[in-house]
Structures are given as structure tokens and as C-alpha cells.
């Protein structure tokens, strides 16, 4: 048996870095004077990290973040309630309150940084291999609309409910209509204790009724959202105003 023929086998296995790699482990295992278990555990090592790589990979590409958010990047001198926020902040970096099903509600006027924080934690969430997607409120909304008319609505759900994280963004800026009430509600309701979802509003709950075409859907929304939640509030001016002065 020759190595090629080994090679080939290992790639009709989908065992890539272990064909890319076999014939230097060989040499190198010589070298260190490794057992064949040495050897063998270091070939399945690299096969592991490279799928490890190429999962982070797919799951940065399906979020639809299309940049590279990090906290570092967020200021958190620039305001009190951020300073006041920062520990809470920084702490779900660690994406434990996905493991426990919880959602996370950002509240705050445009440009206070929620939709940052939002992404800076979707990222995180792409870099641990977790299924992420990024959407507005609208866009899914449409989406969803869209599906309904030819007929592949179910289908369309599934996309949102299956997601490990789901973000919503930019809630409040439109009203989204009783249809789009409904699709909403049925997104948060089927994700509800599965799995965790991040809401971006600038909208306090108070006025939930006026986004979501009644305080009864409103309600209800709210309901899930906030039954195993952190809510989080960003206040003062604009981020970006500031950065344009």
C-alpha cells in the first residue's frame, strides 16, 4: 500500500487536512520519534481544527452581518448609561444567556449603540459556531409576507425559528401592520424558552401597541420576550452625530 492510495481514501472520507497533511505527519512522527497514536491523534487534531474553522466560517457567512463587529469597538465612556451598562454589557459576550434560552431587549433612541452591541454579540455567537442571522424587523417581516403569498410560509418560519440566535433590529421605526403583527408573534412564540433572540427598539414597551397593530398582539409579544429576558437601556445623544461634528 502506497500513500497516495491512503490519500485518496481520506479524501473520499471528506477527511481533508488529514490527506492534506499525512504524508508530513509521517515524516515529522519520524523525526520526534512519535508512536503511531501520537501520530494518529495529531492527524484527527488538525482534522477537527479545520472543521472547526470551516464551521465558524459558514456560520459568519449565513448571519448576514456582513462586517466584524467587536466590543472593543463600542465606547462605553462616551455615555453614563453605557458606563452604567458596561459589566451587564460585557458579560453577555460570553453567550451563556444562550445556553439558558434568554432573550435580550435593547432599548434606546437611534444612535445610542444598540444595534452595535446587537452585532458585536451575533458575531461572538458566529466565532463560538453557533447558526446566527442578522435581519431588521422589516426585512424578515417582508419575508415572511412574501412566503405567504406563494405559499412557502412554513418554510420560511422554520429559516427564523431554527436559528441558535436570532437578531431583530430596528423595531419601531414602522408600524408593521396586523399581518405583520401576526407573522412577528408567531416567529417569537415558536422561539419562546428554544432558543434566544436579540430585539433592537427604540420603542419602549408602553408603545409596543402602536408597532405591533393592537396591545393585545403587543402584549402578547412583549409577554415572551420579556418572561426570561435582559433588557438593557441606552440612553443620551447620537453616537453617530457625535462622530459627524
Known amino acids: 500500500m502506497n500513500i497516495e492510495s491512503v490519500v485518496e481514501k481520506c479524501t473520499a472520507l471528506k477527511l481533508k487536512a488529514i490527506a492534506d497533511n499525512l504524508q508530513q505527519?509521517?515524516?515529522?512522527?519520524?523525526?520526534?520519534?512519535?508512536?503511531?497514536?501520537?501520530?494518529?491523534?495529531?492527524?484527527?487534531?488538525?482534522?477537527?481544527?479545520?472543521?472547526?474553522?470551516?464551521?465558524?466560517?459558514?456560520?459568519?457567512?449565513?448571519s448576514k452581518l456582513y462586517e466584524t463587529p467587536t466590543i472593543d469597538q463600542f465606547d462605553f465612556n462616551y455615555h453614563h448609561s453605557r458606563k452604567k451598562q458596561k459589566t451587564r454589557i460585557l458579560n453577555l459576550m460570553d453567550l451563556e444567556f444562550a445556553e439558558h434560552k434568554k432573550d435580550i431587549i435593547l432599548?434606546?433612541?437611534?444612535?445610542?449603540?444598540k444595534s452595535l452591541v446587537a452585532k458585536c454579540i451575533a458575531y461572538a455567537a458566529t466565532q463560538a459556531g453557533q447558526k446566527v442571522l442578522f435581519t431588521t424587523a422589516m426585512d424578515m417581516i417582508n419575508h415572511l409576507i412574501a412566503a405567504e403569498a406563494d405559499h412557502?410560509?412554513?418554510?420560511?418560519?422554520?429559516?427564523?425559528?431554527?436559528?441558535?440566535l436570532l437578531v431583530i433590529d430596528e423595531i419601531g421605526y414602522l408600524s408593521l401592520g396586523s399581518q405583520g403583527s401576526n407573522l412577528f408573534f408567531q416567529v417569537v412564540s415558536a422561539r419562546h424558552e428554544k432558543r434566544s433572540t436579540i430585539i433592537t427598539t427604540n420603542r419602549p414597551f408602553a408603545q409596543w401597541g402602536e408597532i405591533f397593530d393592537n396591545t393585545t398582539v403587543a402584549t402578547a409579544i412583549a409577554d415572551r420576550l420579556v418572561y426570561n429576558s435582559e433588557v438593557l437601556i441606552l440612553e443620551g445623544p447620537s453616537y453617530r452625530?457625535?462622530?459627524?461634528?
Open 107 to 113: 432599548i434606546g433612541n437611534p444612535g445610542v449603540g
Open 241 to 245: 452625530k457625535r462622530e459627524k461634528n
Open 152 to 164: 412557502s410560509l412554513l418554510k420560511k418560519l422554520h429559516y427564523y425559528q431554527s436559528q441558535e
Open 25 to 62: 505527519t509521517i515524516i515529522f512522527a519520524e523525526h520526534k520519534n512519535w508512536s503511531s497514536l501520537q501520530a494518529i491523534d495529531h492527524l484527527f487534531t488538525l482534522e477537527l481544527e479545520l472543521r472547526r474553522k470551516n464551521r465558524i466560517g459558514r456560520c459568519f457567512k449565513q
